[in-house]
């Protein structure tokens, strides 16, 4: 069954920095869009980037530039690189992959505060 487990979150100070990962089972990796979503407290769960069969990566208009997703066939996992960042990114992060129906995997944790 799919499989999807993230890690690499946290409490970091704004302007830090952290890399997220998800691990990913269950599936041909190699064949699948991978997608990093969040939910901040209290609304509703959007969009962060994506990162296509071939590589070619999409962003969030406010991300561009901070944040960078990639992925690694051969590891089966998606990352999520980001940068420079604020308060407003404390969030719970989320890998997603549609095969058919979309997949979840428990979440991460990123804080941003002083």
């Known amino acids: 069954q799919v499989q999807l487990v993230e890690s690499g979150g946290g409490l970091v100070q704004p302007g830090g920095s952290l890399r997220l990962s998800c691990a990913a089972s269950?599936?041909?990796?190699?064949?699948?869009?991978m997608r990093w979503y969040r939910q901040a407290p209290g609304k509703e769960r959007e969009l962060v980037a994506t990162?296509?069969?071939?590589?070619?990566?999409n962003y969030a208009d406010s991300l561009k530039g901070r944040f960078t997703i990639s992925r690694d066939n051969a590891k089966n996992t998606v990352y999520l690189q980001m940068n420079s960042l604020k308060p407003e990114d404390t969030a719970v992060y989320y890998c997603?992959?549609?095969?058919?129906?979309?997949?979840w995997g428990q979440g991460t944790q990123v804080t941003v505060s002083s």
């Open positions: 990162v296509s069969v071939g590589g070619t990566t």
């Open positions: 269950g599936f041909t990796f190699s064949n699948y869009a």
């Open positions: 997603n992959v549609r095969k058919g129906v979309g997949y």
